[in-house]
């Protein structure tokens, strides 16, 4: 317990890693699930249903699926960096993770605060810098394969990340203007009040509401995580696969899993920059809406609980009951005070990252693949120009009053 | 042992293996990874020094984009190994012992000089990281001119990159 | 001040540009003596900074800034070359590109 109170940074810092490590594997896995799902469901079909109740046990069906397949390294390639190539782009895309904020800094426990692991001053270029990273992932990836189309595949696609990146980062330049730090934290103070107040919708003094930045985020995000439509180097050679085509079983999911953690990562700098983060879009002022947590919570154990009395008997039975117990507890345990002053925060953050995902889904479901060139060409002559006017536009309104009052 | 003196060597014999790696390896991609990994742990001595921004701009330009560069012309060109020929061994015998003794000597300059003792012994100035503000204030004030040279200066290379990359027709 | 003394700063910079002579200088592949220049840029950069931690000034922390754009204009167009010469000549290798009479 000494060395717990002498070296209280420490602790938390370990606790809040394996904390997030924990939460971070288990989203990475459902996340699979909640694609599958929607795009199923877009597609006017069910998707998994059959492993566990609704498919839950899917992520972990694949999981097992990855590990036991046979993991062959093709003959030829470079060994250390055909190794190197997943891990490197796995752990970039999870480091990203540590500068998120998922609740208000006064949230704090041995004195440091708990819902951010690390509270960087220059929070926003720390993650472009790991951002930027994660090209040679990919790059590496195609090369050490020892194979024309990964090659040709990994190459693509990092040209296709580094154009990107520049449209990624002169869209996000207007939000650092009218926030005028680089602090997450400071950025979703700036940003409180109403719904109103977020950089994305308020129209104040000296203040441009960002939709054309947030918008040109967006499409350049998209493009960054290699996700539809701008998916070609991994989805048109996916009759050969693309740069991750010589890889199998667990090295195959690292890649996976590096996806889905930058989607991840983009949806939570979006929730941060343009939505909020984790501020409630009601007003302060009403506080009955500081229940709204525990009521969702119990409203989905209640639909849970119909479900389990209604759907197919045996095991998914079972399961379902465990669920619809587990969404009973933590929905009582919000009732408590303690644990509702913790959990405001968060529930708002995630469920914004939520629909920015479902989003990125729904994109994926809906729009066909763009051509290279034309991808090439919609970043280069399109985002680029977009991002710039809006800078130009977002920096003249918010010094009007200095030119105003010189004239 | 403190906390600042593990990472500082920690990232020093990093920096140096790497360098070595560079010089030792026998694919151009192991001395372009090497490279990437000296900027990485460079950029972490930029912030035990307190300059978190250039940190970050390093990490950015150097080890994101530059790098990436490198990388892309040893992929697309299929740089091969390093051949053996005789005058390659000339510059072994004679440059690397010369090499090194510059390496050596330099080293020793800094360490035993009048400006590295003073330095080592403390030459003022506080132990606070310099805000990104600050950075921007002087860059954007003092250093306007050479600013603007430099965008002028990328428009040149983006030019001449364009030029000389273009197939004759 | 900074807690480890800025020498030991001074002499890693020595060392790593000390290496990237060495790299210059034995190596035969273009484009890794390219990268040794990088290398010795790298390694002023780290001189920069140290002294201007030292000094409690933030003149050096510009002139790394500036030196990193120019070395990534510079690069650009190195590498743009070196592609050149590839086409032209089919090698990478340094004596082969030698049209020098000595």
């Not at chain 1, 007003?283 to 197919?312: C, I, K, Q």
Request: with cysteine; glycine share 6%.
């Amino acid at each position: 317990m000494d060395f717990i109170t002498q070296h209280p940074v420490l602790v938390v810092s370990l606790a809040k890693i394996v904390g997030l490590m924990f939460v971070l594997m288990t989203t990475l896995a459902y996340l699979s699930w909640f694609e599958r799902k929607v795009i199923a469901h877009i597609q006017s079909r069910w998707g998994p249903y059959y492993v566990g109740a609704h498919g839950l046990l899917q992520p972990l069906a694949d999981g097992v699926k990855f590990l036991f397949k046979e993991d062959l390294t093709p003959p030829g390639a470079d060994r250390f960096v055909y190794i190197l190539a997943p891990m490197l782009a796995l752990t970039l895309a999870m480091t990203t993770l540590a500068l998120i904020p998922f609740g208000p800094p006064s949230v704090q426990w041995l004195g440091e605060s708990t819902l951010i692991v690390a509270n960087s001053s220059i929070g926003l270029m720390v993650v472009f810098a790991i951002t930027s990273m994660g090209v040679y992932g990919i790059a590496l990836a195609g090369w050490s394969s020892n194979s024309k189309y990964p090659l040709l595949g990994g190459l693509r696609s990092s040209a296709q990340m580094i154009s990107y990146e520049v449209a990624l980062t002169l869209a996000v330049v207007g939000v650092v203007l009218l926030s005028g730090t680089l602090n997450f934290n400071e950025m979703i103070a700036h940003q409180s009040g109403a719904f109103w107040h977020w950089n994305i919708f308020y129209l104040g003094r000296g203040s441009f509401p960002q939709i054309i930045g947030f918008l040109c985020y967006f499409m350049a995000a998209v493009a960054e995580t290699n996700r539809a439509p701008f998916d070609l180097p991994e989805g048109e050679t996916e009759l050969v696969g693309g740069f991750h085509t010589e890889y199998s079983s667990f090295k195959f999911a690292m890649f996976f899993m590096a996806e889905y953690a930058n989607m991840i990562t983009v949806s939570c700098l979006a929730t941060i920059l343009f939505f909020g983060g984790w501020l409630s879009p009601f007003p302060e002022s009403w506080t009955f809406m500081r229940y709204l947590p525990p009521v969702g919570l119990l409203a989905l154990a209640v639909y849970l609980a119909y479900d389990t009395v209604v759907l197919a008997r045996g095991i998914a039975r079972i399961q379902l009951i465990v669920v619809t117990t587990g969404a009973l507890v933590i929905g009582l345990a919000c009732l408590h005070p303690v644990v509702l002053a913790i959990i405001q925060g968060p529930f708002w953050f995630l469920l914004k990252v939520g629909l920015i995902m479902f989003f990125y889904v729904w994109t994926r479901a809906t729009l066909p693949r763009l051509r290279y060139d034309q991808l090439m060409s919609f970043g280069w002559k399109f985002l680029l120009p977009v991002a710039l006017a809006n800078l130009m536009i977002t920096a003249l309104v918010k010094i009007w009053p200095l030119l105003v009052n010189r004239g | 042992m403190t906390l600042p003196f593990i990472v500082f060597f920690v990232c020093a014999a990093l920096a140096v293996l790497a360098a070595l790696t560079l010089i030792l390896a026998r694919e151009p991609i192991h001395s372009a990874l090497a490279l990437v990994l000296v900027m990485v742990s460079l950029a972490v001595l930029y912030l035990l020094l307190g300059a978190e921004f250039i940190a970050a701009v390093q990490i950015i330009v150097y080890a994101g984009a530059i790098m990436v560069l490198f990388v892309f012309v040893i992929m697309l060109l299929n740089a091969g190994v390093e051949e053996r020929t005789d005058y390659s061994k000339l510059a072994k015998y004679a440059g690397l012992p010369l090499g090194i003794f510059l390496l050596l000597a330099l080293a020793y300059w800094m360490l035993e000089s009048f400006i590295g003792k003073q330095i080592a012994n403390g030459l003022g100035g506080t132990n606070a990281s310099v805000s990104t503000r600050e950075l921007s204030a002087q860059l954007f004030q003092k250093y306007l001119f050479p600013f603007e040279a430099t965008s002028i200066l990328i428009l040149i290379a983006i030019l001449g990159a364009l030029v000389l990359a273009k197939k004759d027709e | 001040m900074s807690i480890v003394p800025i020498s030991y700063y001074l002499v890693l910079s020595a060392v790593l540009f000390g290496l990237g002579i060495i790299a210059f200088v034995v190596k035969r592949n273009i484009i890794t003596i390219f990268m040794a220049i990088e290398l010795m840029l790298n390694a002023v950069n780290l001189a920069f900074v140290a002294f201007a931690r030292a000094h409690n000034q933030l003149d050096g922390l510009v002139f790394v800034f500036f030196v990193i754009v120019v070395a990534a204009a510079e690069s650009a167009v190195g590498l743009a070359i070196i592609i050149t010469v590839y086409q032209n000549r089919q090698t990478l290798n340094l004596e082969r590109i030698n049209l020098l009479k000595f």
